[in-house]
């Protein structure tokens, strides 16, 4: 067993680097995929760590193959790079770890720092000892990949099983009891990984020895440790595939609290439909009628009774209007503002006979948004659709509303005829500077791009309050098509 790995050791470190660069393109592949989950988000670090890892394990198995033709100083300037990259590879994982971990904004930057100081403090330190004790390039290697493990991959690899294994309470929160499993599983991966990575390194002028070698554990166990670290790293890319699957979980959960919130929107019309149609006017009936009695009758303590019921009922038809203008407004959530604006384009393209296409994405990563955002939403597109439909003449209308971690976006197009100049303050009249500064207390920027045939843009521009940084812009989407 001894000889077959000893003569098999190309092959096994490359089945190594293939397998972290595996790990690296399977989460890769998944990138634009939107999450609000900080595991799901936090992956992309894993992914590059698996990458860069990959690519150092593969400098084991290529820089002696250009050895053996290159000139030596070239080849030294490769194992400089491959030191370099190696441990370079381990400010990735530590990343990982913090995010897991949901540190700060400020403890984030102050891990980030001091890890990127320790790493470089390493690197010249290493120089500096192998000028003063004339070590070689390669044991400067030795020496440099040694102490970046213990200081580095081994406090990264354990921040970021301990911070896997506390993510499954978010993913039970979630609901996603089924993937939580591999969270857990991938956390036991991690910490073998740590103890494999970290704690047995390759001899090095530090003068460590036994088990804590490489070298002394292949003779101690006649099993290389690349090989088990390939094995943990195999373990590391199954469960990662499997936490994977919360891209297609939270996908289909958004495209459920989006039908969800239509279905409750619908609703709410409906009842508010037939409150003012139906309840509304019964109430206001039997009013009139009990007023008419009033007039009737000769009894004035009966007829000023008769007024104080009146009264009431006026008291309680102006509670139902209050409840109803409630119902009217839409929940203060991306979705529900999204359905309130969808309805609103529907109903003006029935009013109008102009054909509207609404569009809407990115609802599942969007920012907190600001108080009251629906209502000034809803009266900024209100005003401009009102513009459309008094001065542009036009046919079509596109509205889109794109969500991100750090903007909301609000977009008018229509093919009218447009106007002279980008102020179009004699057309608009108050409507756009009202537009503008309900833009302004919800801490945006309205825009007016217009020329004269080419028709208009009404663009608001408005930040969320995310430390997170925006994702890809299409992230999910509702395509609703209105015409008359």
């Not at 390194?201 to 670290?229: H, N």
């Not at 309900?438 to 843009?457: D, K, P, Y």
Request: hydrophobic share 50%; charged share 20%; with cysteine.
């Amino acid at each position: 067993m001894r000889e077959f790995f000893e003569q098999n050791e190309t092959i096994i470190l490359f089945g190594e680097g293939l397998v972290f660069f595996s790990l690296g393109f399977a989460v890769w592949l998944q990138r634009r995929r939107a999450t609000r989950l900080t595991l799901s988000s936090s992956l992309i670090w894993f992914a590059t760590f698996a990458f860069v890892e990959a690519l150092a394990v593969w400098g084991y198995v290529f820089v002696p193959i250009q050895a053996t033709y290159l000139d030596p100083q070239i080849v030294d300037w490769l194992v400089v790079l491959r030191a370099v990259v190696q441990t370079g590879a381990f400010l990735f994982l530590i990343q990982f770890g913090i995010r897991l971990l949901e540190a700060s904004p400020r403890g984030r930057v102050a891990v980030t720092v001091g890890s990127i100081v320790a790493w470089g403090a390493i690197l010249t330190g290493g120089v500096m000892l192998a000028s003063g004790l004339g070590w070689t390039v390669t044991e400067w290697e030795a020496f440099v990949s040694a102490v970046s493990r213990y200081a580095l991959l081994l406090p990264a690899a354990s921040l970021s099983a301990v911070g896997l294994w506390r993510q499954r309470r978010e993913l039970s929160e979630s609901g996603m009891t089924v993937i939580r499993p591999y969270a857990a599983a991938a956390a036991g991966a991690l910490m073998v990984y740590a103890a494999l990575g970290g704690f047995i390194v390759e001899r090095s002028p530090l003068g460590l020895g036994g088990l804590a070698t490489a070298e002394g554990w292949f003779d101690a166990t006649a099993l290389p440790v690349a090989a088990l670290r390939g094995i943990a790293g195999l373990a590391l890319c199954v469960f990662a595939v499997k936490l994977l699957e919360i891209f297609d979980v939270e996908a289909k959960q958004r495209l459920e609290d989006l039908d969800r919130a239509r279905a409750i929107a619908e609703e709410r019309t409906r009842f508010r439909r037939e409150l003012h149609d139906g309840t509304i006017q019964s109430i206001y009936a039997a009013g009139l009628h009990l007023e008419s009695l009033a007039l009737k009758m000769g009894d004035e303590a009966a007829r000023a009774e008769l007024r104080a019921v009146v009264s009431e009922l006026n008291d309680v038809s102006q509670g139902i209007r209050d409840y109803i203008t409630d119902l009217a407004t839409a929940p203060a959530t991306p979705e529900g503002i999204a359905v309130g604006l969808e309805e609103q384009s529907r109903n003006f393209a029935e009013e109008s006979g102009i054909a509207v296409r609404f569009k809407v994405s990115g609802t599942a990563i969007s920012g907190p948004l600001p108080p009251e955002a629906g209502l000034h939403l809803e009266q900024i597109l209100r005003e401009a659709l009102a513009n459309v439909a008094r001065h542009a003449r036009a046919t079509g209308i596109e509205v889109t509303m794109r969500f991100a971690a750090d903007e909301l976006e609000l977009r008018i197009v229509d093919d009218g005829r447009g106007m002279d100049g980008l102020a179009g303050g004699e057309g608009c009249g108050n409507g756009l500077r009202n537009m503008r500064e309900r833009a302004r207390r919800l801490g945006g920027r309205l825009e007016l791009l217009t020329s004269v045939g080419s028709g208009t843009i009404v663009k608001l521009s408005l930040p969320l309050d995310s430390d997170e940084p925006a994702t890809e812009p299409i992230v999910s989407q509702t395509f609703t098509e209105v015409t008359t």
